[in-house]
């Protein structure tokens, strides 16, 4: 069918076809169906959407798609029905349980990217996964899949790499962990993510001080210089296909499924290069593994997909019931690192740190079996490390000069006291989470929490408990009610019950 063209004043990320319903019927398509436009040699599959507004004997193209077909306003474009990939009777097979072959994998991950699949057929990928699960050669074809697709960054001596499988507020580990390894000789070129549900992910915390988006070409060179980054990796289209399943299904669902949790990792990993990887796994109650033998299980499955893809893989199961150290929010954990660096800080952000960072120094044979933390801590205490940050620092356009006490904050603060006499029984993780995202965290890099105290901490009646930080006084104000109501940390007396109820 003939029909010309109007271009659509907007850019959606799926190409769209508007139509008069009576001419969609025609060409026996219904919203969601796909349609595919030809014009001058050139074609484009897009997804049909109906509107009686539009006269019969016309087309509305999105501009992308109009710049795709190099069509202008009024030309004539042949629109025919289109049906479905096969990728998508790919995904309904995995709904129903069956297991999937490395070219159906392939199939669906391409179209994902090549962006002929629909949001709801991209979440049947991920909801299959969900509720069916994926053998370890599913995973190993998944990963593979999402490196394909994407590009990949190669470098001239060893990588050595870590991650964390997130879940825990405050995780600003990294930004202790790259300066040390990185001091030690060693290259640990770290690509991190934004945060998706938390206050904070390592790209956010690492962009207080510095840039952290840039071209492969860019990361390249400023790891290979310094022999370390911290860079956000959603700018460097190492794995678009992983990009767009966290962005369209997982974040909106809430929904992390094990073997797309693995992929993942892995395949980034592999993208730029990886041969060593320390992954840590936090567990506990109100983590995404709150229980050791869950924990325990998922390290196995990593270190598999590691050897698969070859990379050697090291698993850290660490306490992950309460936050790392004391501050939750971008600035506020950006301090924190800084002041580790500089030889203070909270005792749990610098062992956890050295800890995680001692097995990359011991894979690599800079320190032996065992020592690692030992010389991890060595680098911290001589400054080399917080030296080869400012070097980082300054490689990402950030200044090399700054110390923990320039950080700025939130302006508008507020604190919480404790109710009585006792000690701190309970931080609750994700109350935590709430609290600082109220404030503002991410998009306010000032807003945050700063906890005065964790679990088995003695407190007085009236001492503050929590620092609440925001750069607007309405925020500040919604995250106090929240806190209020949600009680991000439990303080108990000695008399824990009266029975009966009064005397």
């Known amino acids: 069918m003939l029909l010309k063209v109007r271009i659509l004043d907007y850019v959606d990320r799926l190409p769209t076809a508007l139509l008069n319903p009576g001419t969609a019927s025609s060409l026996g398509a219904i919203d969601g169906s796909r349609v595919r436009c030809e014009f001058g040699g050139s074609s484009r599959t897009a997804f049909v959407a109906t509107s009686p507004s539009v006269p019969k004997n016309r087309v509305g193209l999105d501009k992308k798609s109009a710049n795709a077909l190099n069509v202008s306003e009024g030309g004539s474009i042949e629109v025919s029905y289109c049906s479905p990939p096969d990728s998508v009777s790919y995904i309904r097979k ?23 699949l629909s949001d709801a057929e991209i979440c049947g990928f991920v909801l299959g996964q969900y509720l069916r699960g994926m053998s370890m050669d599913e995973i190993e074809h998944l990963t593979n899949s ?25 995780n600003k580990v990294t930004l202790v962990i790259v300066p040390i390894v990185a001091a030690a000789g060693l290259l640990i070129p770290k690509t991190s993510s934004r945060a ?23 990361f390249k060179s400023i790891a290979s210089k310094v022999g370390g980054t911290i860079a956000w990796g959603g700018k460097l289209g190492l794995a678009p296909a992983d990009d767009i399943f966290i962005r369209r299904c997982e974040h909106p669902l809430g929904i992390d499924p094990l073997s797309q949790m693995i992929a993942s990792v892995m395949a980034k990993k592999v993208a730029v290069g990886t041969n060593y990887l320390v992954l840590d796994i936090p567990t506990g109650r109100g983590s995404k593994v709150e229980r050791t033998e869950d ?17 050697n893989v090291v698993c850290g199961i660490t306490y992950g019931s309460q936050p790392v150290g004391h501050a939750v929010g971008p600035a506020l954990e950006a301090r924190e690192a800084l002041q580790c660096l500089e030889g203070k800080g909270p005792i749990s952000l610098r062992e956890k740190s050295t800890a995680l960072a001692g097995v990359l120094l011991e894979m690599s044979g800079v320190a032996t079996s065992g020592s690692g933390q030992s010389v991890a801590k ?49 931080v609750d993780n994700n109350a935590i989470n709430e609290v600082a995202k109220a404030a503002g965290a ?7 929490v700063l906890l005065h105290g964790k679990r088995g901490y003695v407190v007085k009646k009236g001492q503050p408990i929590l620092d609440i930080y925001a750069e ?16 991000p940390i439990t303080v108990e007396g000695m008399l824990l019950h009266l029975i009966p109820d009064t005397v």
Do not use: W
């Not at 391409?110 to 002929?116: A, I, K, L, T």
């Not at 991410?442 to 945050?448: L, Q, R, S």
């Open 94 to 116: 995995k709904l129903k349980g069956q297991p999937l072959a490395r070219e159906e994998i392939m199939a669906i991950t391409r179209d994902v990217v090549e962006g002929v």
């Open 196 to 218: 998706i549900t938390s206050p904070s992910g390592t790209a956010d915390t690492m962009s207080v001080l510095a840039n952290v988006e840039f071209t492969p070409e860019e």
């Open 295 to 311: 924990a325990r299980a998922l390290a196995s499955n990593f270190m598999e997909i590691g050897r698969r893809v070859g990379i």
């Open 442 to 448: 991410p998009n306010d890099k000032g807003a945050g």
């Open 146 to 170: 999402i490196v394909e697709t994407g590009s990949k960054i190669e470098f001239e001596r060893p990588v050595y790499d870590k991650h964390s499988i997130g879940g825990v507020p405050g």
């Open 378 to 426: 060595s680098i911290l205490d001589s400054g080399r490390a917080l030296k080869k940050m400012k070097e980082i620092i300054e490689a990402q356009g950030g200044d090399p000069r700054i110390r923990s006490r320039d950080v700025t904050v939130g302006s508008h603060v507020v604190s919480l006291q404790s109710p009585c006499d006792g000690y701190i029984s309970e």
């Open 472 to 487: 607007h006084a309405p925020k500040l104000s919604d995250a106090y009610a929240i806190a209020q109501r949600s009680k």
